[in-house]
């Protein structure tokens, strides 16, 4: 499963990945004057929506998660039996107002084999060959007519713009699977050291404590998992990451002040404390909207691992 595919996920049912798509278009294409044709009263004749300068879209979702080979075949099917609608509704789609398509786009949220793009050149060299022969029947299509396999990373901008003003409840998922053994080469060992560091001087235990050993291994986890989500943030959703950055920024000045300023080593852990359930309630009020909860959970440990990272975070020991 690619990385924005799982950030999806919410989305990925037929209806919702339709009107995911819809959305895409109108903001994508809105100079263009989009049009979204309701699959009511005769259908939609085999398109979800078109532009003014000949685009027109089709959008189809897996019902389940398919073998590669699999994924081929419905992929491959669908696009044919919706070719062959789009053939043969040269009347409903004129009055309807479609000028002559120039681009037939099949939405997907991805594809594995690159049989399905053979596929669709040998469906629209059919209809170019076909056109030739019955240019009547075919004025619906373009002499330069072209078929585009779309999926979920060509819309990133506007996928993140939509998650951001989207206040329904399918929200983005950042959560990544865990390594069962953390491979600690990922991260720096001056990292590694700044967190025991920290940690020790909150709780106030000595070196081989048990317990310490046990929470720096989850914030040195959090901290390398914190890095990959960032970063796959900042290339799928650029404009989420940025508002993250800009909070984080802010706030981790603060928390630099609040921890530097304190000289009585005794409220370490209360001040700790403090500044876990302060960003906490500020994480939930400014992305609770848009993260799952675990997402949340996730994200906020991950940025509190990388203050004890690095030197934002201060304790006396």
């Not at 404390?273 to 959970?297: N, V």
Request: glycine share 4%; proline share 3%; charged share 35%.
């Amino acid at each position: 499963m690619s990385n924005i595919k799982k950030y999806i996920k919410g989305y990925l049912s037929g209806n919702l990945w339709e009107e995911l798509c819809v959305e895409c278009y109108r903001s994508r294409y809105q100079k263009d004057n989009y049009m979204l044709i309701p699959a009511v009263q005769g259908g939609d004749a085999g398109i979800e929506g078109f532009t003014q300068n000949g685009i027109v879209h089709q959008c189809y979702c897996p019902e389940r998660e398919y073998t590669d080979d699999e994924l081929y075949e419905h992929l491959r099917n669908k696009l044919t039996t919706d070719i062959d609608k789009l053939k043969k509704n040269a009347e409903r789609l004129k009055k309807l107002g479609v000028p002559p398509i120039t681009e037939w786009h099949f939405d997907i949220p991805e594809y594995r084999d690159s049989r399905i793009l053979q596929h669709a050149e040998s469906k629209r060299q059919e209809i170019v060959r076909e056109k030739k022969e019955n240019p009547t029947a075919y004025q619906h299509i373009a002499e330069d007519f072209r078929i585009a396999i779309k999926t979920a990373e060509d819309f990133l901008p506007e996928i993140s713009r939509i998650i951001r003003t989207n206040l329904s409840d399918r929200k983005l998922n950042l959560t990544i699977e865990r390594p069962k053994n953390l491979d600690w080469s990922k991260c720096d060992s001056e990292k590694i050291a700044n967190i025991r560091r920290k940690i020790k001087a909150i709780m106030h235990v000595e070196d081989d404590d048990e317990d310490l050993n046990y929470i720096v291994g989850i914030y040195a986890e959090s901290y390398i998992s914190g890095l990959k989500i960032l970063n796959n943030l900042r290339i799928y959703f650029p404009e989420i990451h940025k508002e993250i950055y800009c909070i984080e920024q802010s706030y981790k000045r603060d928390v630099s002040i609040k921890t530097r300023i304190n000289t009585d080593r005794s409220m370490n852990k209360a001040l700790f404390d403090e500044i876990l359930g302060e960003f906490d309630a500020k994480i939930k009020r400014d992305f609770s909207e848009r993260f799952t909860e675990a997402s949340i959970i996730e994200l906020k440990e991950a940025l509190i691992a990388s203050w004890l990272a690095d030197c934002s975070m201060e304790f006396r020991g």
